[in-house]
């Protein structure tokens, strides 16, 4: 049995959490410009959200791809990392040359199909460093993969106001990230079992219990996050109409504070319980969905409303794939969190449509009020998952084989 030094496991999360942030920036790139680009590609409000769509669905393929060929087990995560990595900076970096709509939609799906090559596989390379306080690791890779989100916000605040510089220096972010996992990163000593997807055991997925609550957790959580991810620059733009660049200020602090939930959130897991974690970030970000948008004429309660929606709207995030780790048919695994992924990122398009529709026809109130029902659903099936016998993290000393841990989250 292999042990390494606590020093080089944390060493390892850092750098894998460092190339994490860098190679989602472009995930929201075109959302942190997207009043620019709605003057540039002639862009209407109704379908200013399709850019976003289109990265959400080409996740959701790019993952189904991979996951049916096992490409997560072909090739060595940290290479994923670098090839997905590549792809997304290109792919962002065709917006620069669009001429049109269409143009930057096909591009937007591009770079969420690369980025199932990045964010998958890097849950993977970290999870081979850690069983003791996986928990905590996998909270601190979720919130790299939120600061990563949330970076194209920081760079319109405090650098060029022209959306190509920002769209040029994410892409080469997203290609740093890449080359810093497949150089520096090195792989852990625990290998443990891959779980295939195989689509002729989806039937069995859906009937088993604990395994649909655990989704309709994260189906809850997922009608919430994206959704406040892709309009609250919008909000904030409107909460503070004569400074753009605090309103991006804003913005990035209120998706980038999620880094620091995602962290207590894992810790809560650990200590506690995943349920509980979960459970405790839903209730209070549905709260804050609740009231948020009605604090409109208020920029300093809006500001505020938000960090906190901010720090619990992620939280959650680690934890529903852990949860079907531990309660799934072992030989079912990979189908199972394949499932869970791709229905969560295709519920994400249908908030991310209609918050703005529903903000034209009448306000911000009443748009977020339509994230309400996802995290209290979640909230709900949670408690009812507490209920089931699910058994209790791995706390095992790092010194022994590790539980299993699927390359999807």
Known sequence: MT?????????????????????????????????QLRVELDVSSITSSLPAIAVQLGFVAGALVSATFSLADRIPPRRMVLLGSIGAALANALLLVADGLPFAIQSRFLVGAALAGVYPPALKAMSAWFVRGRGLALGVMVGALTLGSALP?????VGSPRWQVVIALTSALTLLGGVI???LARDGPFVFPSAPFVPAQIRMVLTNRRVMLASLGYFGHMWELYAMWAWIGVFYAEVLPDRPAAAALATF??????????????????????????????AVSGSMALVVGFAVERPLLAVVLGLVWGLWVVADSAQFSTIVTEVADQRFVGTALTVQLALGFVLTVFTIFLVPWVRDLSSWGV?????????????????????????Q???RPDTQEPAFVSPFF
């Open 3 to 35: 042990t390494e030094p606590d020093a080089d496991r944390w060493r390892q999360l850092a750098i894998l959490a460092v190339a994490m942030v860098l190679s989602m920036s472009t995930w929201f790139s075109t959302a942190a410009v997207l009043p």
């Open 153 to 157: 916000r920081l760079l319109r605040s």
């Open 181 to 183: 996992a497949d150089r």
């Open 253 to 282: 602090a209120a998706i980038a504070v999620g880094s620091v939930g995602s962290v207590v959130g894992g810790l809560i897991s650990d200590r506690s319980s995943r349920t509980t974690a979960a459970g405790l970030a839903m």
């Open 367 to 391: 748009a977020f009020l339509l994230l309400v029902p996802g995290p209290f659903l979640g909230v709900a099936a949670m408690a009812r998952l507490a209920r089931q016998p699910v058994p």
């Open 393 to 395: 993290p791995d706390r």
